[in-house]
């Protein structure tokens, strides 16, 4: 593992690379506010050239909404380079799933304008508490629909027990597909004393309910995520960097990919969690050390003028 915060590494991960890839929450920004620097240097990288992409776990943005997030921030905004879990998702259920049926979806308003952008028929967005006891009548309020045959979970801040008795229904149909965005269990969101659950959480919740683990993940670290870029984008992995915050997720689906991995400490994983994977002797944790790190990706942003 090498300190990217000198010069000469940076200038050598540009001549040795062709293709930047960056997670977004924790690396380009936090919440509502860009990460101070890390504009100036992925322009940089656009203007020498580099290919530039964009993925993120984060399902409450459509790809159209990255767009606007990206370039209200000073990022470089171009649509085809954008991967988000909710665009990957309705990907998977449109050419891969080919879903005819409905999809249940925990989920967002992003999330259904992916949907509805390929023409996939959903329902379960917004709040749903019919079912508050453990009355049977009260549970029999959750009417079930015939037509399901996925059940997609994302980011949603209207989880509830209602939610879990339909997904937990429907998905003790065997054939039911099971889809979720991704894994990670809190939010960066930078000046913030909370501690903001993540999208694993919902799907946590969903799997227990359920006694099934998602048949499909949609982001990262899992495959899909790789495949949709590659579909519209050459990629060489002797010549691409992953950037991210995660060890779990982003640099786990950069060793996946045969790409070189950073790791920055301005989002979820810290230096002190860095080191007791290092310290363990447990070899499946191999796959969360990075090659690099780097405290902030602004920090580069001295060498980039
Ligand atoms: C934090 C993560 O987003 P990413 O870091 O992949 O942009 C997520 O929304 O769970
Ligand atoms: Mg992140």
């Not at 209602?162 to 979720?180: H, M, T």
């Not at 694993?200 to 683990?213: D, H, K, L, N, Q």
Request: proline share 4%; aromatic share 8%.
């Amino acid at each position: 593992m090498n300190d990217a915060s000198s010069e000469d590494v940076f200038q050598n991960l540009i001549s040795s690379n062709d293709t930047f890839l960056f997670d977004c929450d924790g690396v380009l920004w936090k919440g509502a506010k860009a990460v101070p620097g890390a504009a100036a240097v992925v322009n940089f990288l656009e203007n020498l050239g580099k290919q530039v992409i964009f993925v993120t776990n984060n399902s409450t943005k459509s790809r159209d909404k990255y767009v606007d997030k990206l370039s209200s921030l000073g990022y470089p905004s171009d649509k085809e380079k954008i991967f988000g879990t909710a665009y990957t998702s309705a990907l998977y259920l449109k050419h891969i799933a080919k879903i005819d049926g409905k999809v249940y979806l925990i989920g967002n308003e992003s999330m259904g304008e992916e949907l509805d952008n390929v023409g996939i028929k959903h329902f379960g967005i917004g709040p749903d508490n019919v079912a508050t006891s453990l009355d049977y009548d009260d549970i029999k309020r959750c009417k079930l629909d015939e037509d399901v045959n996925a059940v997609l979970v994302g980011f949603d801040g209207h989880i509830s027990f209602s939610k879990l008795v339909r997904a937990g229904s429907y998905l003790r149909n065997p054939n039911c597909l099971f889809l979720a965005t991704n894994s990670d269990a809190r939010l960066p969101l930078g000046d913030c004393k909370h501690v903001v659950p993540g999208t694993g959480v919902m799907v946590a919740s969903v799997c227990t309910v359920a006694a099934r683990e998602p048949d499909v993940w949609c982001g990262k670290p899992g495959k899909f995520m790789f495949e949709c870029i590659q579909k519209t984008i050459d990629i060489n992995p002797d010549r691409a960097i992953m950037i991210g915050d995660n060890t779990k997720t982003d640099i786990v689906f950069g060793k996946q990919n045969s790409l070189k991995t950073l790791l920055v400490f301005s989002g979820v994983s810290s230096r002190d969690s860095v080191n007791s994977i290092l310290e363990s002797s447990d070899p499946a944790l191999k796959e969360q050390v990075p090659d690099y790190v780097l405290p902030s990706l602004g920090d580069w942003a001295e060498f980039c003028s």
